[in-house]
């Protein structure tokens, strides 16, 4: 961990290899009045959109739409099954249909879902309008960085992986409430212009609806995921006459959350990061072609017992399409089963960082539990 003085309060970081943008984000973060302690950069980090995601932020009674970032809820879910063996023939067959059947991209189903949470709506004007159109999104996958997957467990075990959000009713939420804050944030000054950090008063009438819309965003992204899982597992269950799931880890790494450190309350923003107390399980993908880990929380105090949420990106979207060609996109995938590249290549793994020296680099923030090896993945 190194210790950056650049600001009001210090950066604390677990990544080796800051550029200067993100670094100024981290900067930008600090010098915030409200910021409490200090700033927490995860082995992941990377340039974001107003906060660099792989970052942790505790405030002092504000809360910053931004630094939950527009994919309110996205996380992952990992299950373990009950098979140990499975042949690239039948890996080919589950990712076809699942890449066939479950909506991707800016797809949804052509019917409505049904969730228990679609009868119990914060009272918000966003959630409203947006609630009939959700109805259709849950259990979509949606595009960019999400993905399904079937892993080879360091256990014996074929695991099966889902990362998604809130989809576009996270993105209304989150858009909304940005605004909103901006422009408050015109007649209050609460933080610097164009900074893209413009917050809410956690106690006013603004700040209380969306900390309730951002948490009813949590609870569609955790659903979103288990609809997609559902979906996903009956796929493989056809295939491979899997009987039971075995074990489930699943955790958001988009989201704030009032937490006590340090002895104060606090609202933690951890946009890209995720919980890690102690012997509490997390997860943490690599990419598309290189392993993901199941980890046990250490409870670090100094990462505001918080981790990293993947590899974190070296290129961004624009310049990995400008870089990476198909056929070195499909060569670094190797003997992984793979659909949805079309041309898409920014979740090549060449876009990513080094997963086992992020690993590496935050062991006391967790411990490694079991290494998941991709074998099959369907891009969003």
Known sequence: ?????????????????LDEETLQQAENLSNLSFA???????ADAHVGFGMPIG??????????????????????IAVKTDIKE??????KKIVDKAHK???????????????????????????MEELDAARYQLGTLGGGNHFLSIEKGSDGHIWLMVHSGSRNFGYKIAEYYNNLAINLNEKIKLVPPKQDLAGLY???????????????ALKFAAENRRQLLEQFYSIFRKETKSEKILKKVSIHHNYASIE?????????????????EKGELGIIPGSMGTPSYIVEGLGNPESFRSC??????????????????????DKSMGDIVHKGWEKDFSEAPMAYKDIEEVMDNQKDLVKRVIKLTPLGVVKG
């Open 1 to 17: 961990m190194k210790i950056y003085n650049l600001g009001r309060i210090p950066i604390k970081s677990w990544a080796t290899d």
């Open 36 to 42: 409490y302690s200090h700033i927490a950069l995860m």
């Open 55 to 76: 970052g942790v932020l505790a405030s002092s009674g504000v809360i910053i739409p931004n630094a939950v970032g527009v994919d309110i809820g996205c996380g992952i």
């Open 86 to 91: 499975i042949d690239i023939k039948s890996i």
């Open 101 to 127: 059947v479950i909506p991707l991209g800016f797809n949804n189903h052509k019917k409505p879902r049904k969730w228990e949470g679609f009868n119990n709506q914060p009272n918000s004007k966003i959630v």
């Open 202 to 216: 956690i106690d006013s009438k603004e700040g209380k609806e969306y900390f309730n819309a951002m948490s009813y």
């Open 260 to 276: 006590e450190h340090f002895g104060k309350e606090v609202i933690v923003h951890r946009k890209g990061a995720i919980r890690a």
């Open 308 to 329: 990293s949420h993947g590899a974190g990106r070296v290129m961004s979207r624009r310049q990995a399409n400008k870089t990476i060609t198909k056929e070195m996109a």
